[in-house]
């Protein structure tokens, strides 16, 4: 009789590969990681990938459009955050971090021809990273450059990573609107032939073409929390 399929931490949309559905799912606190056909779960290969020393383990993961690639978010909930690039076929780690200090909120998004991959991480994005260093974390900005955290975007199959800093001259009394859900950093990380699609706190989406630059300037905000001020780089 068949064991009972235990229930994944996480696991990818369905994905087609050598011409079947497939899923990849990350197992158990060891961290298993199976790549098994679609729906029946059966298991084509397993893989463990340990979390880290610090206790930083993968909390979501997903793969490329043509199911050659996979790519995870790590976060320890202390403060520290990694993530993992693994070949499909065969399923093996290739790259990632184990850990940085900072957070990051999403797996990070592939390009629709699987070139590179990209996030959004930074130590700030718990709330407090628009206040200054001498204010309590919810005090609202004294006005001027900040730094919202950075995107990293990490090449393939080269495994180059670089990193890009998001930058933002605040209003002075600029705080974020709790109430929309958007005021931990960027989110919503997209990526093309075109550039990169992302939207940071204030809930208006910003586009940057490539070659991304080493500092991203982002439109300035509203001094409400929501939205810009002025029409300064709406879309």
Known sequence: MQEPHESPRCETEPFVLDGEAQVVEVIDDWQHV???????????????????DRGSFIDGVAASASGEWLVTMRFTGQGEWGYDVFRTRPL??????????????????????????VGGAGPGFLGGWWSH???????PARGGPVSLGFLFVHRLPSHEVTRHELHVDLPPGWCPDESSGEWWGPRAITVDGGGVRLTPSWGVPVAVPWPLPPVIALPVPHPSGRGLSGASGSL
Request: with cysteine.
């Open 34 to 52: 199976r790549r098994c056909r679609w729906p029946s779960r059966t298991v084509i290969e397993e893989v463990e990938c340990p979390g880290s």
């Open 92 to 117: 093996a780690r290739v790259a990632g971090i184990d850990h940085d200090f900072g957070y990051i909120l999403e797996v990070p998004a592939f390009a629709p021809d699987a070139s590179c991959l």
């Open 133 to 139: 260093p001498d204010d309590d974390a919810e005090e």
